[in-house]
């Protein structure tokens, strides 16, 4: 009978928390599981010591705006972490928090194996943090496939277990297929429509979304369908629409009826590829005019040529990318109309799709990641 310690800090680590956790149990029925996380956790059979409501913040000032909440969070983490004594602390994303727990627990309990399950993009940003993540745990179970060899020219060693995305983009395909209509769509197939999928916090949405419209307003015979994100009240996208213009939160289910769509940069790519439809990508930085100015910028700050995740996966440019300077409302609607109307141009790039969606497989990460956990113990 394993003890395990997850620790989660926001909506997409809950998620994924919570799949990983029924994974866990059935792996090992005699499982117990407490952590850091969120209802989807606590509805999976974890026993919570700290709610992600009091851990999700995103940004260095929201961070410095709570920093009392954020240092209780640590000290109920670490204490949680001594009083439980877990065989197995496992980390899901959220990095500035879970390293130091990582640290925490080799110090002061150093029986306990440690797993990064869906470990920091380091291969994206602050690249230093890999040889701190391979040196504090004992596996590393990334979700793309590219972070094995990416580990691997450091010397460390990183196990792919799979892509959640691609995995409940899968399951819910096959549903649609047995049932293809999709009621909760607000377009009918007969609509041409344009989705727009602004980002997940308020204030990229409020950077993005205005110029996202404004390149679709130049498509009169499409409708345009705004795709809220969780957390973010329906009250808060009305502003920015205009009469006609609709919203919805079935996301999946507008994509698949989309005949393009303008996506800001994130899961959201890699989401979109997935179901299969065309894309721009767009991305907000509060510096864009300096690494406007300044070209080499880019490559001093990012370790990766692309910014979303359907470039990085396929290695080249399949989708478009206007980020910083390069995001301005004509580039997107030019982008849009050869989606909409350059019928090569648009089978090429779901050609792309289909090879991204090779590379990542389907094999199931929680289950996967859970398998490899549990025989570590064993």
């Not at 209509?181 to 429509?193: D, G, I, L, M, Y």
């Not at 790519?269 to 406007?292: K, N």
């Amino acid at each position: 009978m394993a003890r395990y310690f997850v620790i989660a800090g926001e909506a997409s680590g809950d998620l994924h928390g919570a799949a990983l956790i029924r994974a866990l149990r059935q792996a090992d029925p005699g499982a117990q599981c407490s952590g850091l996380g969120g209802d989807k956790m606590a509805a999976a059979g974890c026993r919570l010591h700290q709610h992600i409501r009091r851990m999700a913040f995103m940004g260095f000032a929201a961070v410095l705006a709570n920093l009392g909440q954020v240092r209780r969070n640590f000290r109920i983490a670490e204490q949680a972490l001594l009083d439980e004594q877990p065989d197995a602390l496992i980390l899901i994303d959220y990095p500035s928090f879970n390293l130091r727990m990582a640290r925490f627990c080799r110090a002061h309990l150093p029986e306990t194996k440690i797993f990064y399950y869906i470990p920091p993009k380091v291969w994206a940003w602050k690249r230093r943090r890999i040889h701190a993540i391979a040196k504090l745990c004992d596996e590393v179970l990334g979700i793309f496939p590219f972070e094995p060899d990416f580990y691997a020219r450091y010397g460390y060693r990183c196990t792919y277990v799979g892509n959640p995305t691609a995995e409940e983009i899968t399951q819910i395909t096959q549903i649609t297929q047995i049932t293809p209509s999709a009621p909760s769509a607000p377009s009918t197939p007969n609509t041409p429509s344009i989705a727009i999928l602004p980002g997940s916090r308020p204030s990229e949405i409020s950077h993005c979304l205005p110029r996202m419209l404004a390149a679709a307003r130049r498509y009169q015979d499409y409708s345009t369908v705004v795709c809220g994100a969780p957390g973010i009240d329906d009250a808060f996208y009305t502003p920015y629409l205009r009469p006609g213009e609709q919203f919805s939160r079935e996301t999946y289910a507008v994509l698949q009826n989309a005949s393009a769509a303008v996506v800001n940069s994130g899961t959201a790519t890699l989401e979109t590829a997935l179901i299969g439809c065309p894309q721009v990508a767009v991305y907000h930085l509060a510096l864009s005019w300096l690494i406007g100015l300044i070209r080499w910028a880019q490559p001093l700050v990012f370790s990766i040529p692309y910014f979303t995740l359907v470039n990085i996966i396929a290695g080249r440019e399949v989708i478009k990318e206007y980020v910083a300077n390069d995001f301005r409302t004509e580039k997107v609607a030019a982008e849009l109309g050869r989606l909409l109307h350059d019928e090569a141009y648009k089978k090429d790039m779901l050609v792309s799709y289909g090879h991204i969606c090779s590379l990542l497989d389907t094999q199931p990460a929680a289950a996967t990641a859970a398998g490899i956990i549990v025989s570590r113990l064993s």
